[in-house]
T-cell receptor
């Protein structure tokens, strides 16, 4: 199993450009999440999905859109990138089970620089 | 809302020193509590977790006890190694709904030989 993979690993954008970050998981997990990590602020939830075809806003959704057309993929889109979106983006998926076995598995991250 | 507060970093210790990283939380109900670790250039890995009061999570020599009375989940290790150098995140998740994680700000730990 590859676990959770993210594409690309690193990207540089100019202000106003658009791009899509891809997250894929091969563990048949129902739930998937996008976080951003900024210095001194931990990880903050952008959007999440509880199943194929469903998405919901997290703590910091502005400027981002997501889609979950297939269970194994969760896409994060930036329609018009801004310097404030310079960050490291992490995708995660969740294995559900009895209480006590909930574990989120994280991808390796995508480093995005917006100039 | 729910929140997690970790001790300020960075923390620098010598090899074989005792480690404590403080974590306190604010939450409604009884969340599950986690410690995640991020090694340089990598994503987050689950280090340990606890799901109810007085539970102790442990892994790789690290321990943390779910203290409901003090709303704390402090991370400890008796003798740290250079390989423990990483960023450590305390987090909680709600029992219901989408199991969203709420993270502390992270504590960077550096162990010198």
């Amino acid at each position: 199993n590859a676990g959770v993979t993210q594409t690309p690993k690193f990207r540089v954008l100019k202000t106003g450009q658009s791009m899509t970050l891809l997250c894929a998981q091969d563990m048949n997990h129902e739930y998937m999440y996008w976080y951003r990590q900024d210095p001194g602020m931990g990880l903050r939830l952008i959007h999440y999905s509880v199943g194929e075809g469903t998405t919901a806003k997290g703590e910091v959704p502005d400027g981002y859109n997501v889609s979950r057309l297939k269970k194994q993929n969760f896409l994060l889109g930036l329609e018009s990138a801004a310097p404030s979106q310079t960050s490291v983006y992490f995708c995660a998926s969740l294995r559900m089970g009895n209480r006590g076995s909930e574990t989120q598995y994280f991808g390796p991250g995508t480093r995005l620089l917006v100039l | 809302g729910n929140s997690v507060t970790q001790m300020e970093g960075p923390v620098t210790l010598s090899e074989e020193a005792f480690l404590t990283i403080n974590c306190t939380y604010t939450a409604t109900g009884y969340p599950s509590l986690f410690w995640y670790v991020q090694y340089p250039g990598e994503g987050l890995q689950l280090l340990l977790k606890a799901t109810k009061a007085d539970d102790k999570g442990s892994n790789k020599g690290f321990e943390a006890t779910y203290r409901k009375e003090t709303t704390s989940f402090h991370l400890e290790k008796g003798s740290v190694q250079v390989s423990d150098s990483a960023v450590y995140f305390c987090a909680l998740t709600e029992l219901q709904g989408a199991q969203k994680l709420v993270f502390g700000q992270g504590t960077r730990l550096t162990i010198n030989p």
